[in-house]
């Protein structure tokens, strides 16, 4: 089984609309994080935390807010999807040391 | 401002063929750095890294890197590249608990 999964894997969805894209892994990780991946930009990071009581917001978190349910999972909502937030969304984690992240497989979000 | 550079959006190399990947960064003191590989359709999965220590590092897939301190760079190499490393590269950089990703550089490999 994956280390790290994310579920959807890919997403349609309207303008307006509420999604949540959610993210759990089995690493046993303090550190979450959540990028987006966009043509030429690489990846850019939306929102991190560090502990299941820590939330932090990275370059892009407009529009965006997370919520770590617990040591092992963490969500991305858009609560009104607009159509610049297309893109590959990726779910990281790292240790404590924070010297290594391990990615999940992508959600591939479209917002027409 | 802090950044990681891949001059290189697109390189196309013939099978068998050396390949180096360029990357360079701009931070106050040295980040800890990172070579990831991405699949189509995959995840990014870690190919090596550099925290301090020896300037060569090997990584898997018969990858290597050297930093460079003077040129602020930290260059993916592999001697004989093969038709399954076909992918997208990103160089990253560790720093302030945070990591910061270049823009990537898409790697095709030609007969």
């Known amino acids: 089984d994956a280390d790290v999964t994310q579920t959807p894997r890919n997403r349609i969805t309207k303008t307006g609309k509420r999604i949540m894209l959610e993210c759990s892994q089995t690493?046993?990780?303090?550190?979450m994080y959540w990028y987006r991946q966009d043509p030429g930009l690489g990846l850019r990071l939306i929102y991190y935390?560090?502990?299941?009581?820590?939330?932090n917001k990275g370059e892009i978190s407009d529009g965006y807010s997370v919520s770590r349910q617990a040591q092992a999972k963490f969500s991305l909502s858009l609560e009104s999807a607009i159509p610049n937030q297309t893109a590959l969304y990726f779910c990281?984690?790292?240790?404590?040391?924070?010297?290594?992240?391990?990615f999940g497989p992508g959600t591939r979000l479209t917002v027409l | 401002a802090q950044s990681v550079t891949q001059p290189d959006i697109h390189i196309t190399v013939s099978e068998g063929a050396s390949l180096e990947l360029r990357c360079n960064y701009s931070?106050?003191?040295?980040?800890?750095l990172f070579w990831y590989v991405q699949s189509p359709g995959q995840g990014l999965q870690l190919l090596l890294k550099?925290?301090?220590?020896?300037?060569l590092v090997q990584g898997i897939k018969g990858f290597e890197a050297e930093f460079k301190r003077s040129q602020s760079s930290f260059n993916l190499r592999k001697p004989s590249v093969h038709w399954s490393d076909a992918a997208e590269y990103f160089c990253?950089?560790?720093?302030?608990?945070?990591?910061?990703f270049g823009t990537g550089t898409s790697l095709t490999v030609i007969p």
């Open positions: 990281a984690t790292s240790d404590l040391a924070g010297n290594e992240q391990f």
């Open positions: 690493k046993g990780h303090d550190r």
């Open positions: 935390s560090f502990d299941v009581k820590d939330i």
């Open positions: 931070y106050g003191a040295t980040p800890y």
């Open positions: 550099y925290f301090s220590g020896d300037t």
């Open positions: 990253a950089a560790l720093t302030g608990n945070q990591f910061y």
